[in-house]
């Protein structure tokens, strides 16, 4: 997403609707994935910091939901569940 942003001359929300709306237009599985949407697949990543004010605050990772439970980060566990 920061490479979007820097050499595309995207702002951080276009480069979230790439990557996450738009690519799962693109491979046909919109209707399952990507966007938050009822019914849809809940695989989402938890931020302490806004990304739409500085694209690189996408690594400030609190935590992740994957098939909508909560994968807890390496730092509080010891590893990815």
């Keep these: 997403l920061e490479l979007l942003c820097s050499y595309s001359g995207m ?18 599985i919109e209707s399952e994935t990507g966007s938050i949407t009822p019914g849809k697949t809940a695989n989402l ?13 996408i690594q400030a990772i609190r935590f992740t939901v ?10 509080e566990k010891g590893g990815i569940q």
């Design 11 to 28: 702002s951080p929300v276009e480069s979230f609707q790439t990557a996450t709306l738009h690519g799962a237009i693109a491979m046909g």
């Design 45 to 57: 990543v938890i931020l302490n910091r806004d990304p739409t004010q500085n694209i690189s605050h």
């Design 66 to 75: 994957k098939k909508g439970r909560i994968v807890m980060p390496s730092s």
